[in-house]
Each structure stands twice: as structure tokens, then as C-alpha cells.
């Protein structure tokens, strides 16, 4: 039986869940905002602003009426329970890329297993 690839990455905070996928035009859209590729985002850790823009795009499919105002409020609730800036790149941010085609399953696997070694020593 092959393993079916899940649509969406889900963040969820408190009881609200949030599904997000960047679409090609969310990609195309951020790439004009930004100028390059979104690859260039992961040399380092983006501003705030940035990744949560990445977040308010990748919620437009599977999420309407989310705003960029709902996502920082998301965001404000997230830190209050633990999150941080840090596992909203490594975890959040990089999800939403894992399942948006920026990188292959084999990609994602190791990428999973050394995010999650950065995650413990946190």
C-alpha cells in the first residue's frame, strides 16, 4: 500500500487548527514581494512579518476569511502557550514548505529527523 502525501500542514494552538499549503500563485506572489525564491528565506531565519505573510498565504486555500490581523492573533496565542519564533521557522515554516513541493520526500525525512534534534536541544 504506498503512503498517500497529506495535502496540508496543520499548526494547531489551543483548539483551533489551522490547514495550510502554499498554492503555485501563493508562491509566485511571494517571490515578486520578496524578489527571488523562497529557497533564499532558509538561509537564515526569516523576520516575523515574513513568516507570518508565508503563514496568512498558505492559509488561503484550505482556510477563508483568515487575515493577516488573524494570523498574528494566532500567532500571539501560540507564543503564550510555549511557541516561539525559533519552532515557528523549524516547525511551522519548514512544514508548510515540506508539503508545498519544496523539497522531495527523502529531503523532508532527513530534514524531519535533524529539526527534531534542533527541537530537543531548544
Not at 504506498?2 to 490547514?19: E, R
Not at 515574513?50 to 487575515?67: D, P, Q, W, Y
Request: charged share 25%; net charge negative; proline share 2%.
Amino acid at each position: 500500500m504506498t503512503q498517500t502525501k497529506q495535502p496540508y500542514y496543520i499548526w494547531t494552538v489551543g483548539d483551533k487548527a489551522l490547514k495550510l499549503r502554499l498554492t503555485n500563485k501563493n508562491i509566485i506572489d511571494l517571490e515578486k514581494e520578496y524578489e527571488g525564491n523562497l529557497f533564499k528565506l532558509l538561509n537564515d531565519i526569516p523576520p516575523l512579518h515574513v513568516m507570518l505573510n508565508i503563514i496568512t498565504k498558505a492559509s488561503e486555500r484550505f482556510n477563508h476569511g483568515e487575515t493577516k490581523d488573524s494570523i498574528s492573533e494566532f500567532y500571539e496565542e501560540y507564543v503564550d502557550n510555549g511557541g516561539s519564533q525559533l519552532e515557528l521557522f523549524t516547525v511551522v515554516i519548514m512544514g508548510v514548505f515540506g508539503v508545498s513541493g519544496f523539497f522531495s520526500e527523502k529531503m523532508k525525512t532527513e530534514m524531519s529527523s535533524k529539526l527534531q534534534e534542533v527541537a530537543e536541544t531548544i
